[in-house]
């Protein structure tokens, strides 16, 4: 299979634990994106990549999320301290990055996060 | 301010039907326009999208969505709907004059559970 894979799909914590998400998007994509979607919303920006450059975050990212990519492929979203709150879930996209093409953006199965 | 609007939350049709799901947008620009599939505890799977020339579009599945740039609507259709359709679709807009070269800005619709009965 080659789309966007997240790993892991269903994670369980109790609250101020940390959790981490993985995701590992189509190879050939430079982009990067996170997601959040909670029940009956559409998907919120979180962050995006080109390469492995962290070139925006949004208000929504508080201190305690952390998203890396540290070598252009792979990329770690880490939640610290989590809260009721973070229950969600986190979704991982990645699309080619060709100018005034209009991208396609290719999701994951998206990590489910419970925090109890 | 850009925009989209799915108002319908909830589409029932039944099986054999055609189907349609609404879309309208507003945005400054030329927008590029984009649908969405969501089956339950599933990502998002890309359907379809339109960034310029023929007005209809035509995706996966056997979908299509018409751009209609007066009426700045995107509707998506199916001249058959099955069973198997039934999920959550997701409109998405983004103004290709807005931070040009990344869908990071994608305004994404509330989304529009479709139901199709045997």
């Known amino acids: 299979d080659t789309g966007v894979s997240q790993d892991p799909r269903h994670k369980i914590t109790k609250r101020g634990q940390n959790v981490t998400f993985r995701c590992d998007p189509i190879s050939e994509h430079n982009r990067l994106y996170w997601y959040r979607q909670t029940l009956g919303q559409g998907p919120e920006f979180l962050t995006y990549f080109q390469n492995e450059a962290q070139l925006e975050k949004s208000r929504l990212l508080s201190d305690r999320f952390s998203a890396e990519r540290p070598k252009g492929s792979f990329s770690t979203l880490e939640i610290q301290r989590t809260e009721q709150g973070d229950s969600a879930m986190y979704l991982c996209?990645?699309?080619?990055?060709?100018?005034?093409?209009?991208?396609?953006?290719?999701f994951g199965e998206g990590s489910w996060l419970t925090v109890v | 301010a850009q925009s989209v609007a799915q108002p319908e939350d909830q589409v029932n049709v039944a099986e054999g039907n055609p189907l349609t799901v609404k879309c309208t947008y507003s945005v400054s620009g030329n927008p590029y326009l984009f649908w969405y599939v969501q089956y339950p505890n599933r990502g998002l799977q890309f359907l379809l999208k339109y960034i310029t020339g023929d007005n209809l579009v035509k995706g996966s599945y056997g979908f299509e969505a018409e751009f209609n740039k007066s009426q700045t609507s995107f509707h998506l259709k199916k001249p058959s709907a099955l069973v198997s359709d039934s999920a959550l679709y997701f409109c998405?807009?983004?103004?290709?004059?807005?931070?040009?070269?990344?869908?990071?800005?994608?305004?994404w619709g509330l989304g529009t559970s479709l139901a199709v009965n045997p």
């Open positions: 998405a807009v983004r103004d290709p004059l807005s931070e040009a070269g990344n869908n990071r800005k994608l305004i």
């Open positions: 996209a990645s699309s080619l990055g060709i100018q005034g093409r209009g991208n396609t953006i290719y």
